[in-house]
């Protein structure tokens, strides 16, 4: 799989989890990007019946990075800045 295909396993999978269907790959090319250990890393942002998801994956020829936040939405929607923060830092 390339960087958008196992990026969208990862998406399928997480949307999943919290309850809610999969999504296009039409959705996915509009999704926004976060840098994660240098790599640009597609953002994802989900709310479903069993929480709000904030996640990123960052997936290319040297591998895969999955970072991921699952809670309450008011919870998760106070610790975006942090989240988005904590993928930036991380370093390869």
């Given amino acids: 799989l390339d960087r958008r295909g196992l990026s969208q396993v990862g998406r399928v999978?997480?949307?999943?989890?919290?309850?809610?269907e999969p999504t296009d790959a039409a959705d996915l090319?509009?999704?926004?990007s976060v840098q994660v250990a240098g790599r640009d890393a597609i953002?994802?942002?989900c709310?479903?019946?069993k929480g709000t998801?904030?996640?990123a994956v960052a997936c290319d020829a040297e591998g895969s990075i999955f970072?991921?936040?699952v809670g309450p939405k008011d919870r998760v929607a106070?610790?975006?800045?942090?989240?988005l923060a904590f993928c930036e830092s991380l370093k390869d």
């Fill in 43 to 45: 953002l994802v942002e």
């Fill in 53 to 55: 998801l904030l996640g």
């Fill in 47 to 49: 709310e479903g019946p």
């Fill in 29 to 32: 090319a509009q999704a926004a």
């Fill in 13 to 20: 999978r997480w949307r999943g989890q919290i309850g809610i």
């Fill in 67 to 69: 970072v991921k936040l």
């Fill in 78 to 83: 106070a610790q975006r800045s942090a989240f």
